[in-house]
Nanobody, 115 residues
Framework: QVQLVESWGGSVQPGGSLRLSCVAS????????MGWYRQAPGKQRKQVAI???????NHADSVKGRFTISRDNAKKTVYLQMNSLKPEDTAVYYC?????????WGQGTQVTVSS
């Protein structure tokens, strides 16, 4: 059974930084494309960043230059380093594991950026 467990997000002031992590179990982690998505209140869930099993990355335009996705296959963990946070980054952030058309999701973690 696939399980993705995100770290606690938290609250930060604009301009601040947070690092999210997501630990996977029940999958051959190194084979999966991992991603972070977010959903703000009243809006659709959107992709933030993905990292393939070959460590190629793609970041949404809205976070390029501020967020960085990375992975540690030995720890079965994917990270999202978030710098220069803005109020519009406030959302529930979800970890995702994808392979061969199969998607698995974490429970989500709240990130709030506010002064």
């Amino acid at each position: 059974q696939v399980q993705l467990v995100e770290s606690w997000g938290g609250s930060v002031q604009p301009g601040g930084s947070l690092r999210l992590s997501c630990v996977a179990s029940g999958i051959s982690f190194k084979l999966y494309t991992m991603g972070w998505y977010r959903q703000a209140p009243g809006k659709q869930r959107k992709q933030v960043a993905i990292i393939t099993n070959g460590c190629s990355t793609n970041h949404a335009d809205s976070v390029k230059g501020r967020f960085t996705i990375s992975r540690d296959n030995a720890k079965k963990t994917v990270y999202l380093q978030m710098n220069s946070l803005k109020p519009e980054d406030t959302a529930v952030y979800y970890c995702n594991a994808w392979r061969l058309g199969q998607n698995s999701w974490g429970q989500g973690t709240q990130v709030t950026v506010s002064s």
